[in-house]
């Protein structure tokens, strides 16, 4: 069942992993993804849903206007991620990392509700070009601050979901292929650059054309 799960729920959210901008809504769609697996199997979306709950780091205030340069999230969720980021903040509230959620709320929270006037910092700490923000989404394309911005957050890296990838792939093969922990460590070395060379198994990828 545990199998299931994994093809069912997190596949799309280790494939999307790698990309900084697709963090807040990968997170979003993940965490919905697990409490809806309650109607395959409660006691895992359970489980998988509570613990994934401590992990929410890019819903936080300050990381999730990272999903404003994800080209799945809809310009009508820009518009009102730009709107609660320009509202009043009436409290100051410490600055955190990680942020908690109603679990029973969850399935209809959207992007918009995770953000802020804090969420204005991201472009402050990030040194990024906010005049696009003044402007309607669906214009954001053609403008060069945002192109720049939006290179900036693309050359990020999810620095947890890498530490993750290293781990399963150390679970993967650890004692499938080989016991000499020598071996061990030049296997995962070769098998990560593999990796990293044919990232998807598209022909234009395998031929190495650009």
């Given at each position: ?93 410490e600055h955190t990392k990680r942020i908690t959620i109603d679990l029973d709320s969850a399935k209809n929270k959207n ?100």
């Amino acid at each position: 069942m545990t199998c299931v799960c994994l093809q069912y729920v997190y596949l799309k959210a280790w494939i999307s992993a790698p990309l900084a901008s697709g963090a807040p809504y990968s997170d979003l769609l993940l965490l919905k993804s697990l409490l809806e697996y309650s109607s395959i199997h409660l006691a895992i979306s359970k489980a998988t849903s509570n613990k994934f709950s401590g992990n929410l780091w890019y819903l936080s205030p300050e990381l999730v206007g990272l999903a404003l340069f994800d080209s799945r999230v809809s310009s009508s969720t820009k518009r009102l991620m730009v709107s609660a980021m320009q509202s009043e903040d009436d409290q100051e509230q410490e600055h955190t990392k990680r942020i908690t959620i109603d679990l029973d709320s969850a399935k209809n929270k959207n992007l918009e509700h995770f953000v802020t006037a804090k969420s204005a910092k991201l472009f402050q700490m990030m040194d990024l070009p906010d005049g696009f923000l003044t402007v309607d989404p669906d214009l954001w394309e053609d403008r060069h601050d945002y192109k720049l911005a939006s290179e900036t957050v693309r050359s990020l890296k999810v620095v947890n979901d890498h530490a993750e990838r290293g781990v399963a792939l150390i679970q993967e093969y650890s004692g499938f292929i080989t016991q000499d922990e020598s071996q061990l460590q030049f296997l995962l070395q070769v098998v990560n650059e593999h990796r990293r060379v044919y990232p998807d198994s598209r022909k234009q990828t395998l031929s190495g054309q650009p």
